[in-house]
């Protein structure tokens, strides 16, 4: 394995964490933090077959917190110099002199660390060079184009690779680092002339191996796009909405924002105090990991250095935790989670419905494949989103659907779930099946 | 050379020991044969900002970003490479993968203009030292204080102000030689209400190219305060919202999100040289009703989403998109305008040195026309009055759009009734300008919090309006 940053440049970055932990207690911090990231990477993009963009990533960084007493400041920088370096941590002592004590801050407990944190399988560089992406993307489109006449242009195929490499130390002489991989590969068509429609689609791993075959992702990319022509809109109705696995997870994400310590402590959340309510269905369980291997949202340690684990989120259909980071459990009163930086792995249980016996479930109904906008009010939940999809009578598919409106409030949606599909989407960092539920309000018109 | 790019290079280039022939002869090796344009843009930015929350200023945050971003084009491909290690052997390295795009083709290399005009829209200080820290401070406390004064119903405060200085030195192989030093302030306020009734949320925020006393002017932040709290309030009070097709008065300012999402994408030169915007191939054709005439213009002074110069060095300027409803013009930038055989238009524009430039939008929006808002509120007979949105989106190529309001109300027999709860209107960008029916006199812009998003790239925006009248949108409610 060849790492894009070697054993000296990371023994340098471990003596400069050290140094500037040091030099912040000597001005006085009574707590300093320290994270630093260095991202490499390749991105072709392809467009009627040949190479329209090929850019080279090459990001870094690192930022201090230091805390005097109860007060805070935090500063960053992209120069990884030793002069830079020192020049932002006197950036975040400034800013620690005009903040305001706050009782709940300060680094996460000590007990907490995860001195002993595990070495996972999240780094697979894959080493492909500019001239190989290019030619699996140009083979991608082409074979994508060649599928149909109706598809008229395209957007073009993206392949890309990025390999991160994250240190993170603190004054509890807690050091951690580890190096992830992701890639990704998408294909996005046009077809139709009068009226054009795109579609598209992608696959994405920690490990390249892992990736779709660039034919299944043409193949799937043209199928999809072509099923877009002809879409029309629908007469406003109430109706059975099956959300399918490409948008079921933002769904069920919504309720894991809504369950985040900052939204339960600054009380601007539809979940507020909701642990030990039934939100779900009592089917609906959702398990949280952050060691699985290769997977999208795992992680040795949080971002405050504080030991991860696996656990219930929500069991039988009623919330069991929130998400917390250090200081949303003092917040709370409550144990710190190790979610600093975000939530980790989810997985839903799920019925053994496929995707195709959820339609005939349904009979007559929507199928939401695509949302547009941001109309959800995690304060109260109240949820309006433009959707793209088809329309389903007798559990069949009858026509493309565009220039809807679907709305409910995500509470009641979410009882009203009927099913889980087996057909769960693993792209995801929540991975569900499609979701199928009871009714919900669609506006449209039918055009003269 | 201008005073201006002298300054910068002292500030930016100076420091490193770099100097302007050793980036020519970079720009000379990456040309070579084959690549027909390429250049260097060097970018440091400064962002610093404030947050408080539950009456106490909780944190501050300080960053320094610089680097150089390094863009080879031959025809229609682009190489790009970027370093924030600004050593000279990492800018030839970073050259050499940038001009490894051109491998084949061989094309001459291009000679472009260069407007002379130099733009002087905005102050070039940085604007974090126009404050102390203590006064920084205390604009947020004034804010939290008068919000939780205004009612007792006011569970949470949260206010933010943060300041960029952003620096950009860019250098063409056409002869473009270009820098500007851009200050951008901001200040939000976000409440949380709280009664019997439930819980909601208001937000107010405004800023712009210039230093932060712009928030100091007399009672501005107490205007925010109330704007928000207003916001929050009325919301509680909100019935659900109706669904489905009607007329849709929307109001003036930052409504004119709508021009943003169903038109002003759709405009953008790159979608149109592919060939994949519903716009496409329209030039000249009618796409709006003739009450319709809509800009972008990024020469207006100090405001969010104006630039003197663009990221490629162009002067930015006022581009007539629609005129009287008919389609006049694409937002360019330079590969788009040269493979068109159009003009630039200074739209060309990146969310930094690690990005390549696309063409985007600056301050988009539509001139006034004849209509009092009363007249067009009394023409409806059931319809939506829509006051103030969250986000935006579109999908170019079908041309549908979405947009949604966090402040609605009904109207019912020509009058306003009740709130509504927030709602998203979606429409299609092609139609929904040919159905404005009425264009009122108070045009608008907002108060400068726009920013826009666009494969994966954020700029900061400008929108405005004056009210208008819709005839037809679909409106996302549950009530039936």
């Not at chain 1, 807690?174 to 068509?189: A, D, E, I």
Request: hydrophobic share 35%; glycine share 10%.
């Amino acid at each position: 394995m060849s790492e894009h940053v070697n054993r000296q440049q990371i023994s340098y970055y471990e003596q400069m964490a050290e140094d500037l932990i040091h030099k912040a207690k000597e001005q006085g911090a009574s707590q300093v933090e320290f994270s630093l990231s260095v991202q490499k990477g390749l991105d072709v993009h392809v467009r009627k077959f040949d190479v329209e963009t090929l850019e080279y990533v090459n990001s870094q960084g690192l930022g201090l917190t230091v805390y005097y007493g109860k007060r805070k400041g935090y500063a960053n920088t992209s120069d990884m110099t030793k002069e830079a370096a020192f020049q932002t941590l006197e950036k975040a002592c400034h800013i620690a002199k005009y903040t305001q004590e706050d009782d709940c801050s300060g680094l996460a407990e000590l007990s907490l660390m995860a001195y002993d944190y595990p070495s996972l399988e999240l780094y697979y560089p894959w080493g492909v060079d500019a001239e190989t992406a290019i030619q699996m993307a140009i083979e991608c489109e082409r074979e994508a184009m060649a599928t149909d006449k109706r598809l008229t242009n395209s957007e073009g195929v993206n392949v890309s690779t990025h390999e991160s490499f994250l240190l993170y130390a603190n004054s509890h002489s807690f050091l951690g680092r580890y190096f992830t991989s992701s890639s990704s590969m998408n294909c996005c068509l046009i077809a139709g002339k009068e009226h054009m429609q795109r579609s598209y689609e992608y696959t994405v791993a920690v490990d390249a191996k892992d990736l779709w075959d660039p034919s299944r992702l043409a193949q799937q990319a043209a199928k999809k796009t072509l099923a877009r022509l002809g879409a029309r809109s629908i007469p406003s109705c109430q109706v059975p909405v099956l959300f399918s696995k490409e948008v079921a997870p933002g769904l069920l994400k919504q309720a894991m924002v809504a369950l985040s310590g900052g939204h339960q402590y600054r009380r601007s959340s539809f979940l507020l105090e909701s642990v030990g309510q039934s939100v779900f269905p009592s089917f609906v369980t959702i398990y949280e990991d952050p060691f699985v291997p290769k997977g999208l949202a795992s992680t040795p340690f949080d971002a405050e250095g504080v030991r991860v684990k696996a656990r219930c989120v929500v069991d039988k259909g009623v919330i069991q935790g929130y998400f917390l980071n250090s200081y949303s459990a003092r917040k709370l009163g409550l144990p710190d989670t190790g979610h600093a930086g975000g939530m980790h792995n989810l997985f839903v249980s799920h019925s053994d419905k496929t995707f195709e016996e959820l339609l005939k479930i349904m009979d007559r109904g929507l199928l939401v494949t695509e949302l547009m906008g941001q109309g959800v009010n995690l304060v109260t939940g109240d949820y309006s989103r433009g959707a793209s999809g088809f329309w389903v009578e007798h559990g069949e598919i009858q026509y493309p659907v565009e220039e809807i409106t679907i709305a409910g409030n995500l509470k009641d949606m979410y009882q009203q779930i009927l099913y889980i599909g087996s057909d769960v989407e693993t792209r995801s960092s929540l991975q569900t099946g499609s979701i199928l539920i009871e009714r919900m309000s669609v506006a449209g018109h039918v055009k003269n | 050379m201008s005073s201006l790019i002298q300054s910068v290079h002292r500030l930016l280039l100076d420091p490193l020991g770099i100097t302007q022939s050793q980036l020519q002869k970079i720009l000379d090796q990456m040309l070579g044969r084959q690549v027909d344009y390429a250049d260097l843009y060097f970018q440091s930015v400064r962002h610093e900002s404030w947050v408080l929350e539950e009456g106490i200023v909780k944190s501050g945050t300080f960053s320094l970003d610089k680097g150089v971003g390094l863009r080879a084009i031959a025809g229609e491909k682009t190489g790009f490479a970027y370093t924030d290690d600004l050593q000279l052997t990492r800018l030839e390295e970073a050259a050499r993968a940038a001009r490894s795009i051109a491998k084949t083709t061989g094309v001459p290399i291009l000679h472009g203009t260069h407007p002379s005009k130099q733009l002087n829209l905005y102050p070039a200080q940085d604007p974090f030292s126009s404050l102390h820290e203590d006064e920084k401070i205390e604009i947020l406390k004034t804010l939290d204080t008068v919000a939780r004064q205004i009612d007792p119903r006011v569970q949470q405060v949260m206010a933010h102000l943060s300041g960029v200085y952003e620096m950009i030195f860019l250098m063409g192989s056409d002869g473009t030689l270009s820098a500007d030093l851009r200050p951008l302030v901001r200040l939000d306020v976000q409440v949380i209400v709280e009664s019997k009734q439930g819980r909601e949320q208001g937000y107010m925020g405004g800023g712009g190219r210039g230093d932060y006393s712009m928030f100091l002017k007399e009672g501005l932040a107490t205007q925010y305060a109330e704007e928000a709290v207003r916001q929050a309030l009325v919301n509680l009070e909100a019935v659900p919202a109706p669904a489905g097709n009607m007329p849709v008065v929307l109001g003036n300012g930052w409504p004119g999100i709508l021009l943003h999402e169903a038109i002003g994408h759709g405009l953008e030169g790159d979608f149109n040289r592919k060939g994949t915007s519903a716009f496409s191939h329209r030039l000249g054709q009618r796409v709006a009703s003739p009450a319709c005439t809509v800009v972008d213009d990024g020469t207006l002074p100090g405001r969010r989403g104006s630039l003197n110069v663009d990221d490629e060095g162009y002067p930015t300027q006022k581009t007539v998109l629609i005129e009287n409803g008919i389609l006049k013009n694409y937002m360019q930038d330079k590969l788009n305008a040269r493979l068109m055989g159009m003009s630039q238009t200074g739209n060309g524009r990146r969310e930094s040195y690690a990005h390549l430039p696309m063409p985007r939008m600056t301050n988009t929006y539509m001139l006034p026309g004849s209509y009092e808002k009363e007249e067009m509120i009394a023409s409806v007979e059931r319809g939506l009055y829509a006051v103030n949105f969250g986000g935006g989106q579109v999908d170019i190529t079908s041309g549908k759009f979405v947009f949604s309001a966090n402040e609605a109300y009904l109207i019912e027999k020509g009058k306003i009734t009740k709130p509504v709860k927030g709602a998203t209107l979606i429409g299609n960008g092609p139609e929904v300008l040919m159905h404005v029916s009425m264009v009122g006199r108070d045009l608008a812009l907002d108060a400068g919090v726009g920013t826009c998003g666009k494969e994966g790239q954020s700029v900061p925006v400008g929108v405005g309006q004056p009210t208008l009248k819709v005839d037809g949108l679909i409106v996302g409610g549950t009530e039936h």
